[in-house]
């Protein structure tokens, strides 16, 4: 039998943390065990959980304290990290506003063992990932495919049709609804934990293609509750993160010429930005953003917190 635990990261969003608690409790194939690891929440989630633990359920159920929030990725670096030492060869890794369907364990261990079969499929089995929809529809971003050339390399959100097929190899894949196998844990190592926030799963997905096949399971399929998807034309202080976090990751897994040209790309963009009185705010922290990302200046900024303003 697939024995399949799960990683929850959570802060200050108590209630989706209680939604989403519920949904893996639903489950028709129960995890083997649910470890929430929660980053210093001051609304009360310290207190629910210390009752969460006290209530029966047929899995196991750990709860991991931070000291300080120490974001997405130093969350999962410790529930991974715990997860490792746990009795489930699979780990589901999710942030706090994910809510799988009531089969969804269900069918990601009869995928996982059809995929793991090695007279089948060459080489070892990295991960499996879900369908996401958030507000009724896909949300593309989170499964996507590394494009390369001599020059440049990206990655493109896989096409809404290729949903349409029982299964399909991916390159990259969020922390959203994602399986990942220990092995493979063990083999790659731990999530950036000084990332802070975004970026730390594509990187991730990195390693995790070096080791080994992914892929995505359509009928396996998570709710995202979030009230939009990722963009937007505000500048927030989560910008900052993920060009400082993308620009460190082509620094570290691209050839020395293709991680310049981004560079270069990137800083262009920001320079003509910076021409324009009403986006030089966003230019700026751009600017910042590469400088350490170039030079390797991880962790949380001084400066650029959360709840950080442009006009500050």
Do not use: A
């Given at each position: 039998m697939i024995k399949i635990g799960v990683v929850i990261v959570t802060f200050n969003r108590l209630d989706k943390l209680k939604n989403s608690l519920e949904a893996f409790d639903k489950q028709t194939n129960k995890p083997a065990y649910i470890l929430v690891v929660n980053n210093a929440s001051t609304d009360g989630t310290g207190e629910f959980l210390q009752e969460w633990l006290k209530t029966k359920t047929l899995y196991k159920k750990y709860v991991s304290a931070a000291p300080t929030n120490l974001g997405g990725s130093g969350g999962f670096y410790i529930g991974m990290k715990r997860a490792v030492q746990l009795n489930a060869?699979?780990?589901?890794?999710?942030?706090d506003d994910v809510y799988p369907k009531e089969n969804a364990?269900?069918?990601?261990?009869?995928?996982i063992e059809k995929l793991s079969d090695?007279?089948?499929?060459?080489g070892e089995l990295s991960a499996i990932a879900s369908k996401v929809v958030t507000d009724g529809k896909i949300d593309l971003m989170h499964r996507r495919n590394i494009v390369r050339s001599k020059f440049y390399a990206m990655d493109l959100k896989v096409p809404e049709e290729e949903y349409e097929k029982e299964l399909f190899p991916v390159d990259i894949i969020s922390f959203a609804g994602t399986i990942i196998s220990r092995k493979a844990i063990e083999a790659v190592g731990l999530p950036e934990r000084d990332f802070f926030i975004w970026f730390d799963d594509t990187e991730y997905s990195y390693r995790l293609r070096k080791y080994g096949r992914m892929y995505v399971i359509p009928?396996?399929?998570?709710?995202?509750?979030v009230e939009q998807a990722y963009g937007?034309?505000?500048?927030?202080?989560?910008?900052?993160?993920?060009l400082r976090n993308e620009i460190?990751?082509?620094?570290?897994h691209h050839k020395k010429h293709v991680y310049m040209i981004k560079v270069i790309k990137k800083f262009g963009k920001s320079f003509l930005m910076y021409l324009k009185k009403d986006t030089r705010p966003r230019a700026k922290l751009f600017f910042?953003?590469?400088?350490?990302?170039?030079?390797?200046?991880?962790?949380?900024?001084?400066?650029?917190?959360?709840?950080?303003?442009p006009e500050q």
């Open positions: 060869d699979w780990v589901w890794v999710s942030d364990f269900e069918v990601g261990s009869e995928y090695t007279e089948q499929y060459e009928s396996l399929e998570i709710i995202h509750d937007g034309s505000n500048i927030t202080w989560k910008d900052y993160y993920g460190y990751t082509y620094k570290k910042m953003g590469i400088r350490d990302g170039v030079r390797g200046k991880l962790g949380i900024h001084p400066v650029v917190k959360p709840g950080w303003k």
